[in-house]
């Protein structure tokens, strides 16, 4: 599922549910669950990225070498070829001059998209993490 950016800086409140979730220490994550069951991921306003404003240097998406969540295909009704992301599934990594944050999804499901406008830039994450500095849109597990 795609988004442009006028539609993502289109969203309004009322269209999603937003879920801020602390589990991981340092690593507070916004999820934005909307009524079709997608959810965006992005950083909660308490993430300490947020908070302490640093300059991103770098985004990376390569989490192995053998996954690149930039390699994620995704086709089809039943989302075929999409990586499946678990709580403790590494999405990213954050550098900036002070620290390198790691991001954890806070659910499981299939990746659908990562926002590759991050890799030109990262700033949108720090100026608009509800929006067009969203990270990554998974289609959770449905139980």
Known sequence: MEYEEDNLSKLNEKYYTKIIDKDFIGNDICLLKFSNKIIVITLAPSHPLIISDSKIKNIDFQISKKVNRLKNKVSGKG?????????????CTIETEENIYKIYPACEGKLIEINENLITNPDLLLQKPDKEGYIAIILPKLE
């Open 79 to 91: 989302k075929k070829g999409a990586q499946v992301i678990k709580l403790n599934s590494l999405l």
